[in-house]
Every structure is written in C-alpha cells, then in structure tokens.
C-alpha cells in the first residue's frame, strides 16, 4: 500500500505518467518497466520503490484518476442552475479531459472494451460515479419538467454514457484530427431532444428567439 506521502512525491506521478504514455503508444501487454523507467527519466529498480509490478501501476494510475476526473465533473456540474445545463456541463468537461490527456482517453477506452480487465474494480467504480450523476441530473430535469417523467431512468444513463463513449472512440480512431470537445453541444442537443419534455424545450427556444 502507498502512503499519501510517497502519492505526493514528483518522481511517482511522473512514473505513472510515463507508464500511461507507453501503455497507450505500445499496448499494455507488451510494455515493459523498462521501457516505462526510459520514459519516466529513472532506474529499473526505482519503479519498485513506488509499484509491485506493471499491473499496480495501472490499477494506481485509474485510482489516482477516478478522483481526480469526478472532482473535476462535479464541480462542473456544480456551477450550472438547471438541468440541462448540468448534462451540458458534464458532457464538456468529459470530453475536454479526454482531449486534454490523449494517453489516458486511449488507455481507458482500451480497458474499457477488453472482456478482461485488470482494472475491473476501478472501471465499474468510474461508471457508477458518471452515472450516479446522470441520474441526479435527469430526476432533476423530470423534477423541473424538462424532462419526461415516463422514461426508464437506467436505460437513459446508458444511453448517455454510450453516446459520449461512441465520440471518443470515433475521436481517438481519427487520430485527434478535430476538435473533441466541438462534439459537445451537439451530442447534447441529441440527449435533449431524445430525453426532453417536448412543451418545454418549444418554450425555452422560443424565449431564446425572443430575446
């Protein structure tokens, strides 16, 4: 177990950076420590001093991530007043995170899709986090009447979360040959038109109009 000290040390994150470049540009399996203490700058022996093995340095690596990532969706989320601007927030936020940080977007999508994953823990703990939010979000919207009441909340979360994976994915195939993030307000504008309260959405775009 690494203690909150040696988790604040530079050398450290800097190890499990190095190690999800190399994991995304040369694929778990067939990376090595080696080649991850060539990209991180430090001897074979020092990743041993802060990991076991290649696999506890990815199980760290989506432990460290998972807060970090959520903290920074629920304080998007935070900022908005209703809910369609909650999803809209959360939807920027997770597809500037990825676009921010390429390697991890190209290592989670990859973890994500295998039918065995050493990370199984962390991934199903990431999913419960986003969709716990989504759910917030669309009982909120059914609370302010944006949203239909008659919908199956789990199969709206789902359908939320494989939009947004089928982007990224899409994205990551083109090689970042576009802007990840532009993708945002239309995949949205989608959700809403699927999701929405059709009375309200008429009204709010004709007040917008109107202005």
């Given amino acids: 177990m690494i203690n909150n000290k040696v988790k604040g040390n530079d050398k450290y994150h800097r190890i499990l950076e190095a190690a999800v470049k190399v994991f995304a540009e040369q694929g778990f399996y067939q990376s090595t420590i080696s080649q991850i203490a060539r990209e991180a700058g430090v001897a074979d022996g020092t990743i041993y ?11 760290q690596f989506f432990n460290y991530k998972t807060k970090q990532v959520f903290d920074s969706f629920r304080e998007e989320v935070d900022k908005a007043d209703n809910s369609f601007d909650k999803l809209r927030n959360l939807i920027r936020r997770h ?19 295998q039918n065995s994953r050493l990370v199984e823990e962390q991934i199903k703990e990431m999913s419960k986090l986003y969709l716990d939010i989504v759910s917030e979000i669309v009982e909120r919207g059914q ?12 199969l709206v979360k789902r359908f939320i979360l494989g939009g947004v994976d089928e982007v990224i994915n899409t994205w990551l195939h083109s090689e970042g040959k576009y802007d990840l993030v532009s993708m945002a307000d239309p995949l949205v504008d989608l959700f809403i038109r699927g999701i929405g309260n059709t009375g309200n959405i008429k009204n709010e775009n004709s007040e917008k109009n109107n202005l």
Avoid at 143 to 154: A, C, Q, T
Wanted: glycine share 4%; net charge negative; charged share 35%.
């Fill in 143 to 154: 609370d302010e009447g944006r949203v239909r009441k008659d919908l199956y909340v789990g």
């Fill in 49 to 59: 001093l802060y990991f076991k093995n290649k696999d506890d340095i990815l199980v």
């Fill in 95 to 113: 597809l500037e995170e990825f676009q921010n940080d390429r390697n991890m977007a190209v290592l989670y999508q990859a973890e994500t899709h």
